[in-house]
């Protein structure tokens, strides 16, 4: 007799600090449903053969880097997040196929609302990668009518600005180091953990609003600090990384992220201090 998938996991390289599965196995508590949620250390070339092994017992997987790329090219749909930005962190299984999802983008805007950040006029993002790319989208959806994206190399960041005809926004792209152009309501930062800007994050810092800082470890980071001392407010990732992994569990359970889950404030209260838990 077959029974109804059960089995989830997050796959990536590196993947041993992963919250995920704390975040999982809170929700699915909360809902009673009998689910399993590991772990697997898997690298990009090894991820085709390795999600097309998995007997039908698997109902989908969370992605981290440096998968995210390699399963939207696996996906047989992507919704609308995953379509404009190339990347797939939430993998959906089927008898007809893969369908991929990118929640962070969902999770980063719902991020923003809870520190206060609502309707904004402008929003500058820090970066020009993977993450940056899902920050200029999450902007957009928060309402911001502007994105000024900073990067090290400019010329990195063409995929993104090519995106403001999509998303009905004005996408600007400057130097780091580049004089500011304006103030912003928030600024989302998207670099590598430890990223030191010296002298610029505290010019950037004084004209940026509140900072969303998408990493989560090693806290305060360099970035945060020029924050505080500019007397600013600076936040981590974890408040993203709850929220796109709500969104997730949506996909998991219901197959929509835009749709809750029974109970979703009790799965939400379970999962933000399953989170925060040593």
Known sequence: MLTAPRRLA?????IAH?????????AYGVLELDWEYGRRQVDEAGFDSAWRSLDPDWRGLSLTMPLKH????DAISLDDDARLTGAVNTFLLSEDGPRGFNTDVGGLARALDEFGVREPHAIRVLGAGATATSAVV?????????VEVRARRPEA??????????????????????????????????LPGGTDLGRVADDLASVS?????????????????AWERAGGEAHDGLAMLLHQ???Q?????????????????EVLAAMRTALMGD
Do not use: N
């Open 245 to 247: 992994a709500l969104l």
């Open 10 to 14: 997050v796959w990536g390289d590196p």
């Open 157 to 190: 960041a063409a995929p993104i600005a090519a995106l403001g005809d999509d998303l009905g926004v004005a996408i600007q792209v400057a130097a780091l180091d580049q004089p500011l152009l304006a103030p912003v309501d928030a600024t989302i930062a998207a």
């Open 209 to 225: 609003g509140p900072l969303v800082d998408v990493v989560y470890g090693g806290w305060p980071t360099p970035l945060a600090r």
């Open 70 to 73: 390699a399963a939207a090219r």
């Open 18 to 26: 992963s919250r995920s599965p704390r975040l999982h196995a809170a």
């Open 138 to 146: 999450a902007a957009a959806r928060a309402g911001a009518r502007t």
């Open 249 to 265: 569990v949506r996909v998991f359970v219901g197959g929509d992220p835009g749709v809750a889950v029974e109970r979703e404030a």
